[in-house]
């Protein structure tokens, strides 16, 4: 008998015991967790449009993504490869001159 995980253990304690495959879906209706009886998992999270956002596995893989206003996916790293996609806008840093107060903004440029 597998050992069971703790998404299991908080599921079967609120609503019973659960054979086989376990898949939970947030409010939206986006698959947010599955779990076979073999012990395989997977999770995911997502930004309030819907978009993915998360992605793990029980082998330990995972990836993330961020998303501009438009949904388009301006960032993207996974446990292997790292950063494969980084289009994010650059952010604007403010420095105050101590000695005459003034404000002066640096953008990075990339």
Known sequence: MMSKTKPRKEYEARFGVVD???RLYN????EIYYE???GYWYKYEYDDKGNEIYYEVSSGYWEKQE???ESNQIYRENS???VTLDS???SDKVFIDEQT???YKMTEIK
């Open 67 to 69: 998303y501009d206003a």
């Open 88 to 90: 994010r806008p650059c």
């Open 20 to 22: 086989g495959i376990l």
């Open 101 to 103: 107060g003034k404000k």
């Open 36 to 38: 076979n009886s073999h």
């Open 27 to 30: 409010a939206k209706g986006n």
């Open 80 to 82: 292997i490869g790292g």
